[in-house]
């Protein structure tokens, strides 16, 4: 069984990706110019990306390269359950959400942007995941603190400067050999979640391209 080949699932990611792909263009010119306003900041100034990203009218998706890494390493794991911390509007929902339908899981979803989560919980409807995927809507070191079964895959994709909160929530919940994917761990403001899981001998970590993908070996 592929879910990626079902016509719902890649009618909707045709659609997200052309519509990321255009405010892609956008975020370029406006990150290029924010970031010419702020080298003229402090040097204490390595989370300028974070308000900027803030601002939450940017898809900033996964890319489909991104994607069929995250659906391959969910399905090829058979997660049970999946947890995504940042959805957007849902393109890395889409893989992952396949994936959980796919190995018979469940994929946790959270976002805390209101549009995006109306948005993204339409997506899950009309992309005919609903079984397998549940949007938990607001900040998700809140929302995940619900979640009482064990994670087999967290994908890290939310503020960088919160991978490291998010990490110390869910590690008691992380079953053994769960799977921790962290994109985007080239920005500055991932660092400390880099070294923290580097120097943890629980852990087993590659960074392949901008994500870190660390095993939890217990
Ligand atoms: C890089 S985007 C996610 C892209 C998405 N994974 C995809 O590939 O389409 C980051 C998202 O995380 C959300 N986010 C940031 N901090 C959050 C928090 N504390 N709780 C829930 N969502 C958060 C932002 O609103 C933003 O939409």
């Given at each position: 069984m592929n879910s990626l080949l079902d016509p719902r699932i890649t009618a909707e990611m045709a659609v997200l990706q052309r519509e990321a792909a255009r405010d892609s263009e956008r975020w370029q010119a406006r990150k290029a110019s924010q970031q010419e306003a702020a080298s003229s900041l402090s040097p204490n100034s390595d989370s300028i990306a974070d308000p900027l990203i803030r601002m939450g009218e940017f898809y900033l998706g996964v890319s489909s390269q991104e994607g069929k890494l995250l659906y391959n390493l969910a399905r090829s794991k058979r997660a049970r359950c999946i947890v995504e911390f940042g959805a957007s509007y849902g393109i890395s929902t889409l893989y992952l959400g396949a994936a959980a339908r796919d190995s018979g899981g469940r994929l946790i979803t959270t976002e805390v942007h209101p549009e995006k989560c109306h948005a993204t919980r339409e997506l899950i409807i009309r992309s005919g995941l609903d079984e397998q995927v549940t949007l938990f809507e607001g900040d998700a070191l809140v929302t995940?603190?619900?979640?009482?079964e064990q994670v087999d895959l967290l994908f890290l994709d939310g503020w960088k400067g919160l991978y490291l909160p998010m990490l110390e929530l869910m590690l008691p919940k992380l079953s053994e050999g769960a799977l921790v994917a962290a994109d985007n761990v080239d920005h500055t403001a991932a660092a400390p979640y880099v070294a923290a899981i580097q120097a943890d001998s629980r852990f087993v970590t590659s960074i392949v391209g901008d994500m870190a993908l660390s095993c939890f070996a217990g």
């Open positions: 995940l603190k619900s979640v009482d």
